[in-house]
């Protein structure tokens, strides 16, 4: 999967990245909302990993942009030290699929974006259309 991070400490951004590449994910790497904002205009992604706070916007605006302008639904995990449930619960309410508190531990983020990628697969067709025209 391609996958866009957006997180702001280098450390952690370092680690979860590792985590991903040896999983056999891609991931580009954004350390301010609206950087990522403006690769989405022009790239597409598989999955976003989205910290809370971050430089210029949070990553609840980011969300709420990806929603609203994004031209599919791609799959939204949140990754922050914020643990109220009241965070959890506008996360969840503004689109995030998932919402994972900080420290992130290593097994349990690799499953849930395996059970991400799996919930996105589900309504997918697995057999192949053939069309002959006119029919």
Known sequence: MRVALLE?????????????????HSVVHFTAGRELIRALRKE?????????????????????????????NVPVLFITRLDKEEDVVRALEAGADDYMEKPVKHREILARIEALSRRKTLGQSSTQTLEFPPY
């Open 8 to 24: 702001d400490d280098t450390d952690q951004a370092n680690i979860i990245s590792l985590w991903l590449q040896e999983a056999k």
């Open 44 to 72: 597409s992604f598989d999955l976003l990993i989205l910290d809370w706070l971050v430089p210029d916007t949070s990553g609840l605006d980011v969300l709420k942009w990806t929603r609203s302008n994004y031209d599919w």
